[in-house]
C-alpha cells in the first residue's frame, strides 16, 4: 500500500505547537504559584535507632504544617516541607542541610538532628545565615554557650539542665521523706549522659545534703545487655536509682532488671521514662518509677494538649514523643513570628522570634517563649510524676517551678562561664 | 666452586633501567589539566551543590585512594583506617581552635601529628597479616574513637568540636570564602593524587605489589617486608588525614562519626565499588558512592536497601570494582581487534 502523506501542518506537529503554547502561556502563573509557596528544609534521622523519633518529628511538623496551610499559609505563602535523612550523621547533616538551602531554595530550617548533628547544622546556619530553629537537641551549650550564638539560630526543645534542676527537686523531697541517702546512678556513657546526671547529683546534693552516690555505673550507648550493670547496683544496696537511659536503652535495662526484681528493692528516678516510646514497649512497666514528662498527653493536664495527643494518635496511629512536642511547637513559633513580622523574611522573623511568647498546648501555663537572650525555648511544661503499668501512666505529675528553675540555671551558667 | 668464587666471578647483571620521567611528566599534566577543568567547572556551572559535592570527593577521595595503597598495592586489608580521617579532623580543627595558628601551619602540625600516631599504631599491626592486620587496626580505630568521646573537655565528646572551625586568610586565600575552600580542596586533590600516582608507579610502589603478591619471596630477596609495609601504612595515613582536614573545613568542625569504623567501611565499599587494580578505581568509586547516596537519600528513606542491592551487584554480579571491570573489557576488545 502507498503511504501518502498531506501537505501542511501534521495533526502531531499542531499537537507539539498546541503544548508549546501552553507551556509559555501558562509559565508566568506557575512561577507565581511556585514562589506563592515557602519551601522550609529540615534534616532529620530516618533511619537507624533513633529512626522512630526523626519520623514522630516528621510527623508533628507536617500536622501543624497542615494546619497553618489551611489558614492561609505563612504570610499567604503556602508552606511545603522539604525533610531528608541524615542518618545521624554530621557530616549528611551539614551536607543535607547546605543542599536544602543553596539547590532546594528552602528560606528556613528546621533542624531535626540531635547532638553532635545538630551542631553541624548550626555551623551550616551560621555560615548561610539561614534562619534555623533546632528542633530536638536537648544539649544545654547549643545555647547556653554564647561561642554558639549567632542572631538566626534558635533551640524550640527541654533542656538537661532544666531537667536536672526540677528532677533534683522533687527526688530530694522524696529522699528526705522517705530517707534515701544512699543513691547509685547508671546513665549513658557519653556527655548526655554524663553531663544529665552531673548536674542532677550536684542539685539532689544541695537540696538534700545527706544524700551520698555509693555506685556509679555507665554502660555504652546501645548496649544490648546490662547484667553486670543490674547486679552491681544490687551488690552496692543502695535505697534509689537515678538513671537517664533513654529510648531503647531504657526498655532494654527495664526488661532485664525485672528479672532481678530491682524495682522493688529501691526508688527508681529515671528522666527519660514518661514517653510513649518507652511507655508502651516495657514488658512489665513497674508501677512506683519517678519519672521526667517527656511527653504525655496527661501533662500538661489541659484540654488543648489531650486533644494535640488525641489527633497525633487519630492521624498517625500511634502517640507522639517527646520530639514531637517540641517541633510542633517550632512549627507554631515560626506562624506567629511571620504574623507579626508580616513578612517571611528570615532576618525580620528572626528579630521577632526573640523574645516571643505564644499560646502552646505544651506551655506550664499555656505559653512558652523564645528567651531573647539566649534564642531557647523556657515556660514549657516540666514536671516529674511515678508510673502506673496502664494509661494514662504517669497520672500525677508534680509541676515544676519555673522561678526556681530560671535562678538556679543562672547560677549554672556562671558556674560555666557562660555569662 | 663456592658460592663466593662464583660471585667473584660473576659479571655485574646490567639491569636495563627505565627511564619514569616521561611518565611522570605525563601524570603532572594530567593533574594539572585536571586541576584546571576543576577550577573552570564554577565559572561553566554556578550551581553551589556542584562545589560541595566536588568538595566531599576531594575528602573522601584521598582517603578511599589511600586507602587503596593498603588494600590493592599492598594486601594489607585495613578496617581501621578511617581513624586516620577522624586525626586529621580533630587535629586540625583543634589546632585552629585552640592555638590560632596559621592554617598552613596547623595543616602541616596536624601531619606531622598524624605520623607518629601512625608509626606507633602502625608498628604494631603491620607484623600481623591477614584478618589479625584488619582486626587490631579496627581495635585502634575503636580506641582512637572511645578517646574522643571520652575525653570530653578537649574534644566536646559526643558533641564533637563546637563553635566552628576558624579559618583566618593566609596568603591570599580566605578559606571561609566557598569558592577558596572548593579551589583549595580541589588542589589538596589533584596535588594528593598526583603524589600517590608517584608513589605507586615508583620502585617502592613495585615492592609492595611484590609484598602483596609473595611476601616470602620479596623477604627471601633482602626486602625489609616490615619496613615496607610500615612505610606505606604511615603515607597512606598522612593522605587520609589530609581528607579528613578537607571535610572538617567543609563542616566546618570536627564529630566522633569521623573516626568510627563506618567511615572505614565506607572506603572499603567504595574501593569495591570503583575497584582496586587501577589507580583511579577508588576515585571513581567515590564519585559513585556521593552520586548515589546523594541522589537515592533525596528520592527515598530506603536508601540502606538501594544500596545494599549495588552493594550485592558488585560483589556477587560483576565480582569486581567498576574501573577493574571497564578496563578488562577494554582489554578484551583490544585483544579481539588483534585477533
Not at chain 1, 531554595?105 to 548561610?128: K, T, Y
Not at chain 1, 504517669?394 to 549554672?412: C, H, M, R, S
Not at chain 2, 607484623?127 to 580506641?143: G, P
Not at chain 2, 613495585?206 to 616490615?226: C, E, H, K, P, Q
Request: aromatic share 10%; net charge positive; hydrophobic share 45%.
Amino acid at each position: 500500500m502507498k503511504r501518502t502523506r498531506k501537505p501542511g501542518i501534521s495533526r502531531r506537529s499542531t499537537l507539539a505547537l498546541m503544548g508549546a503554547g501552553a507551556v509559555t502561556f501558562a509559565a508566568p502563573w506557575v512561577a507565581r504559584a511556585q514562589a506563592k509557596s515557602i519551601k522550609i528544609g529540615m534534616p532529620t534521622i530516618l533511619s537507624g535507632r533513633v529512626a522512630q523519633l526523626g519520623t514522630s518529628s516528621r510527623n508533628a511538623v507536617m500536622l501543624e504544617v497542615e494546619k497553618v496551610n489551611a489558614a492561609g499559609g505563612l504570610a499567604g505563602r503556602q508552606i511545603e516541607m522539604v525533610i531528608r535523612d541524615s542518618k545521624g550523621q554530621p557530616q549528611e547533616a551539614a551536607r543535607i542541610a547546605r543542599e536544602l538551602v543553596n539547590t532546594d531554595g528552602c528560606e528556613m530550617l528546621l533542624d531535626g538532628e540531635a547532638s553532635s548533628g545538630s551542631f553541624a547544622v548550626h555551623e551550616v546556619a551560621r555560615d548561610l545565615g539561614v534562619l534555623c530553629i533546632h528542633t530536638c537537641s536537648e544539649a544545654s551549650s547549643l545555647t547556653a554557650d554564647p561561642k554558639q550564638h549567632i542572631p538566626n539560630a534558635f533551640r524550640c526543645v527541654r533542656q538537661g539542665i532544666h531537667d536536672s534542676i526540677v528532677g533534683a527537686g522533687y527526688a530530694a523531697g522524696i529522699a528526705k521523706a522517705k530517707g534515701l541517702k544512699k543513691w547509685a546512678t547508671c546513665s549513658p556513657d557519653y556527655a548526655y549522659g554524663r553531663d544529665t546526671t552531673g548536674e542532677f547529683v550536684l542539685y539532689l546534693k544541695k537540696f538534700a545534703p545527706d544524700v551520698e552516690i555509693i555506685s556509679e555505673s555507665w554502660p555504652k550507648l546501645f548496649q544490648p545487655d546490662y547484667t553486670e550493670v543490674v547486679t552491681k547496683i544490687l551488690q552496692a544496696k543502695p535505697q534509689a536509682l537515678y538513671s537517664c537511659l533513654w529510648g531503647g536503652d531504657l526498655t532494654s535495662y527495664i526488661d532485664q532488671a525485672n528479672i532481678y526484681a530491682m524495682f522493688t528493692q529501691m526508688e527508681v528516678f529515671a528522666v527519660n521514662m514518661a514517653d510513649y516510646t518507652a511507655l508502651t514497649v516495657v514488658k512489665n512497666l513497674p508501677k512506683g518509677i519517678h519519672s521526667g514528662d517527656r511527653y504525655i498527653k496527661t501533662f500538661p493536664p489541659t484540654p488543648e494538649n489531650a486533644a494535640w495527643g488525641d489527633a497525633y494518635k487519630a492521624k498517625y496511629n500511634e502517640y507522639p514523643t517527646n520530639w514531637s512536642w517540641q517541633n510542633a511547637t517550632a512549627v507554631m513559633f515560626l506562624n506567629e513570628a511571620v504574623k507579626k513580622a508580616n513578612s517571611t523574611d528570615g532576618k525580620k522573623v528572626a528579630e521577632v522570634l526573640a523574645g516571643l511568647t505564644i499560646k502552646c498546648p505544651f506551655g506550664a501555663d499555656g505559653t512558652v517563649t523564645m528567651r531573647a537572650d539566649d534564642h531557647t525555648l523556657v515556660g514549657y511544661a516540666i514536671g516529674w510524676g511515678t508510673t502506673i503499668p496502664q494509661e494514662p501512666y504517669v497520672p500525677d505529675v508534680k509541676a515544676g517551678d519555673w522561678k526556681a528553675i530560671f535562678e538556679l540555671e543562672a547560677e549554672w551558667k556562671k558556674s560555666k562561664g557562660y555569662t | 666452586m663456592t658460592e663466593l668464587q662464583a660471585g667473584q666471578s660473576a659479571q655485574p647483571l646490567e639491569v636495563p633501567r627505565i627511564d619514569a620521567r616521561p611518565q611522570r611528566y605525563r601524570d603532572l599534566l594530567i593533574a594539572l589539566v585536571a586541576f584546571v577543568l576543576l577550577a573552570l567547572l564554577p565559572m561553566l556551572f554556578g550551581s553551589k551543590q556542584l562545589l560541595d559535592f566536588v568538595i566531599r570527593c576531594a575528602a573522601y577521595g584521598l582517603f578511599a585512594t589511600s586507602l587503596n595503597l593498603l588494600v590493592g598495592y599492598t594486601g594489607l586489608i585495613s578496617f581501621g583506617h578511617g581513624m586516620f580521617f577522624g586525626l586529621g579532623a580533630y587535629g586540625f580543627g583543634l589546632m585552629m581552635q585552640k592555638t590560632g595558628v596559621p592554617i598552613p601551619v596547623a595543616f602541616v602540625a596536624t601531619l606531622a601529628m598524624t605520623l607518629v600516631v601512625a608509626v606507633v599504631i602502625g608498628a604494631i599491626c603491620v607484623r600481623l597479616k591477614e584478618i589479625y592486620f584488619a582486626f587490631v587496626t579496627l581495635a585502634f580505630q575503636m580506641l582512637i574513637h572511645s578517646t574522643i568521646l571520652s575525653w570530653q573537655s578537649l574534644t566536646g565528646g559526643d558533641q564533637g568540636l563546637r563553635g566552628g572551625i576558624p579559618r583566618p586568610p593566609f596568603l591570599g586565600i580566605d578559606l571561609a570564602n566557598h569558592l577558596h575552600l572548593y579551589i583549595t580542596s580541589c588542589a589538596l586533590l589533584v596535588i594528593g593524587l598526583f603524589l600517590m600516582r608517584q608513589i605507586a608507579q615508583s620502585p617502592f610502589g613495585y615492592t609492595l605489589r611484590m609484598i602483596r603478591d609473595n611476601a616470602t619471596r620479596a623477604s627471601f630477596i633482602g626486602i625489609n617486608v616490615w619496613r615496607a609495609k610500615l612505610v606505606i601504612f604511615v603515607l597512606a595515613a598522612l593522605f587520609a588525614a589530609t581528607g579528613g582536614m578537607i571535610m572538617a573545613l567543609f563542616v566546618s568542625g570536627a564529630y566522633p562519626e569521623f573516626a568510627y569504623w563506618t567511615i572505614s567501611g565506607e572506603g572499603i565499599f567504595i574501593n569495591m565499588l570503583g575497584g582496586v587494580t587501577t589507580f583511579l578505581g577508588p576515585m571513581v568509586g567515590t564519585v559513585l558512592l556521593l552520586i548515589l547516596n546523594d541522589t537515592v537519600t533525596r528520592l527515598t528513606e530506603y536508601h540502606g536497601i538501594v544500596l545494599g542491592v549495588v552493594i550485592l551487584f558488585f560483589a556477587i554480579g560483576l565480582r569486581k570494582g567498576l574501573m577493574d571491570f571497564v578496563v578488562e573489557w577494554f582489554a578484551q576488545r583490544r585483544g579481539e581487534g588483534r585477533g
